[in-house]
């Protein structure tokens, strides 16, 4: 009787042992997983905020753009080279051997 409760104790504290072991394994793996989840979220959000910094670029290009196309050299500018006009007294000569 003494060497079967002596073996119930031994039993009881391996299967405690296994049990926290098999616990702590959980518990890595559920850590580990989140440690994934964290980079890949990190690696997101430095997209986004490499997307966030290109557009602001754009944005700035484009207000420069608008101040631009507002003064009157650019005008003249597009007039001449997009809508081939000139200033009165100038001529505009086009080379007809382009192909």
Excluded: H, P
């Excluded at 060497?3 to 394994?25: D, G, H």
């Excluded at 440690?35 to 290009?61: A, G, P, T, W």
């Amino acid at each position: 009787m003494k060497n079967f409760k002596l073996l119930k104790t031994r039993l009881i504290k391996i299967l405690i042992k296994i049990l926290i072991s098999f616990l702590i394994l959980v518990f890595l793996f559920k850590l580990i997983n989140i440690q994934n989840k964290n980079i890949k979220k990190q690696k997101e959000l430095e997209e986004y905020e490499k997307k966030v910094s290109d557009r602001i670029k754009e944005n700035e290009k484009i207000k420069q753009e608008i101040e631009k196309g507002m003064s009157d050299e650019y005008k003249e500018q597009y007039a001449r080279e997009e809508l081939n006009m000139a200033k009165a007294g100038e001529r505009i000569i086009f080379d007809v051997t382009k192909e």
